[in-house]
């Protein structure tokens, strides 16, 4: 199993509060995603990076911030949750973002807002 | 925009039956296709993938073909267990991005295997 860590892995919070998501990788891999789940639409990319402190949006990137200033480390942060970002959370790696490479993927954090 | 589309389910099945899990692609270019499987409680791990058309993707019993005349990648196994119960993901990527973009997901096929 590729080494990917992903915390809170629960989480329940108020509207209004931030809330920061953090993604873990031993694999020294370049690129790193962040997803979200959610019955009826898949999963659904909310923004990604291709190295340190370089990112970019998603599909589903309004409400969301994410930093990466460490090649193993992305963060995704939520600056005032809303009841609409009650999801799981995804993230995943790949090794040069090559069309055809698989994705890893972290064990999930399940987010509550209430 | 590019999407790809497969059934939702639930689908049931009783152990020892074919399996057969629709997915059709729109996509502007040629993209590689996934299927991805998720198991409760759990993230999502690669089944098996294809890159060209006509490759055929293979893994556990799994089998899909990368069908380019109809846009397709249906996931196959001719015998399922219990132990395939599972939610299935069916998706693309693109090339212009490098794939770095990022994987588009159909929604996910519900799969209950009954002993």
């Known amino acids: 199993d590729a080494g990917i860590t992903q915390s809170p892995r629960h989480k329940v919070t108020e509207t209004g509060t931030p809330v920061t998501l953090r993604c873990h990788q031993t694999?020294?891999?370049?690129?790193m995603y962040w997803y979200r789940q959610d019955p009826g639409h898949g999963l659904r990319l909310i923004h990604y990076?291709?190295?340190?402190?370089?990112?970019d949006k998603g599909e589903v990137s309004d409400g969301y911030s994410v930093s990466r200033s460490k090649t193993e480390d992305f963060l995704l942060t939520l600056e005032s949750a809303t009841s609409s970002q009650t999801s799981v959370y995804f993230c995943?790696?790949?090794?040069?973002?090559?069309?055809?490479?698989?994705?890893?993927f972290g064990p999930g954090t399940r987010l509550l807002v209430l | 925009g590019d999407s790809v589309t497969q059934m939702e389910g639930p689908v049931t099945l009783s152990e020892e039956a074919c399996l057969t899990i629709?997915?059709?692609?729109?996509?502007?270019?040629?993209?590689?296709l996934f299927w991805y499987v998720q198991y409760p409680g759990e993230g999502l791990q690669l089944l098996l993938k294809?890159?060209?058309?006509?490759d055929k993707g293979s893994n556990k019993g799994f089998e899909a073909t990368y069908r380019k005349e109809t846009t397709s990648f249906h996931l196959e196994k001719g015998s399922v267990q219990v132990s395939d119960s599972a939610v299935y993901f069916c998706?693309?990527?693109?090339?212009?991005?490098?794939?770095?973009?990022?994987?588009?997901f159909g929604k996910g096929t519900h799969l209950i295997i009954q002993p």
């Open positions: 995943a790696i790949s090794e040069a973002g090559q069309v055809g490479e698989t994705q890893y």
């Open positions: 694999e020294n891999h370049r690129y």
């Open positions: 990076s291709y190295g340190v402190k370089d990112t």
């Open positions: 629709n997915c059709t692609y729109t996509a502007t270019g040629y993209p590689s």
């Open positions: 294809a890159t060209k058309a006509d």
């Open positions: 998706a693309l990527s693109l090339p212009g991005g490098g794939g770095a973009d990022g994987l588009t």
